[in-house]
């Protein structure tokens, strides 16, 4: 009995096995300090379940001091997967990231919801400081759904939403 359960158990592991896995590049030497190195803020956007997209990357970082490299297509599926991703710098205005600092705070302690729907991918707003002990992290799955939240949850998906967006926007490209 064991023997005959065994063997699709792992049939389903090899094929599953790959799946959920990603890849990260290496960090490349930079000039910068290491305590300036670490981005404060990052926005990032995890494609859907199905995707083929293993270089996951930030679509946006923004530094203490306001400096920010953007990655328009960091999940785009018509890059190639031995192409580099379009990195563009700039800035985002000191008070876009203080209040979006304080924000994602707020909205790491509010219940953001699960939604009955599965690989829809999610997004997440990331505030590391240099003390990991303040590190704060917001998350929603499945963005742009809905089904099977109470309307807290979709008020707070709606704040999300908003400071994603309003700190995407308010990136400044170096000219």
Same mark, same amino acid.
């Given at each position: 009995?064991?023997?005959?359960?065994?063997?699709?158990?792992?049939?389903?592991?090899?094929?599953?096995?790959?799946?959920?896995?990603?890849?990260?590049?290496?960090?490349?030497?930079?000039?910068?300090?290491?305590?300036?190195?670490?981005?404060?803020?990052?926005?990032? /956007?995890?494609?859907?379940?199905?995707?083929?997209?293993?270089?996951?990357?930030?679509?946006?970082?923004?530094?203490?001091?306001?400096?920010?490299?953007?990655?328009?297509?960091?999940?785009?599926?018509?890059?190639?997967?031995?192409? /580099?991703?379009?990195?563009?710098?700039?800035?985002?205005?000191?008070?876009?990231?203080?209040?979006?600092?304080?924000?994602?705070?707020?909205?790491?302690?509010?219940?953001?919801?699960?939604?009955?729907?599965?690989?829809?991918?999610?997004?997440?707003?990331?505030?590391?400081?240099?003390?990991?002990?303040?590190?704060?992290?917001?998350?929603?799955?499945?963005?742009?759904?809905?089904?099977?939240?109470?309307?807290?949850?979709?008020?707070?998906?709606?704040?999300?939403?908003?400071?994603?967006?309003?700190?995407?926007?308010?990136?400044?490209?170096?000219?």
């Amino acid at each position: 009995m064991r023997r005959a359960l065994l063997l699709p158990v792992l049939l389903i592991s090899a094929l599953l096995g790959g799946a959920g896995t990603a890849h990260a590049e290496p960090a490349t030497p930079s000039a910068t300090p290491p305590s300036a190195a670490v981005p404060l803020l990052t926005l990032t /956007a995890i494609p859907n379940g199905w995707q083929t997209r293993v270089d996951l990357r930030p679509e946006l970082q923004v530094y203490a001091d306001g400096r920010a490299v953007r990655v328009p297509d960091a999940i785009a599926t018509d890059r190639g997967p031995d192409a /580099a991703p379009h990195e563009v710098e700039g800035t985002v205005p000191a008070d876009v990231l203080k209040a979006a600092v304080r924000e994602t705070a707020e909205l790491a302690e509010l219940d953001l919801g699960l939604p009955s729907v599965s690989d829809q991918g999610s997004r997440i707003i990331d505030v590391m400081p240099e003390r990991d002990a303040e590190a704060v992290h917001a998350i929603v799955y499945a963005p742009g759904f809905s089904d099977g939240l109470n309307d807290d949850q979709k008020k707070a998906r709606d704040r999300f939403d908003q400071l994603y967006r309003k700190v995407l926007d308010a990136f400044q490209e170096k000219r």
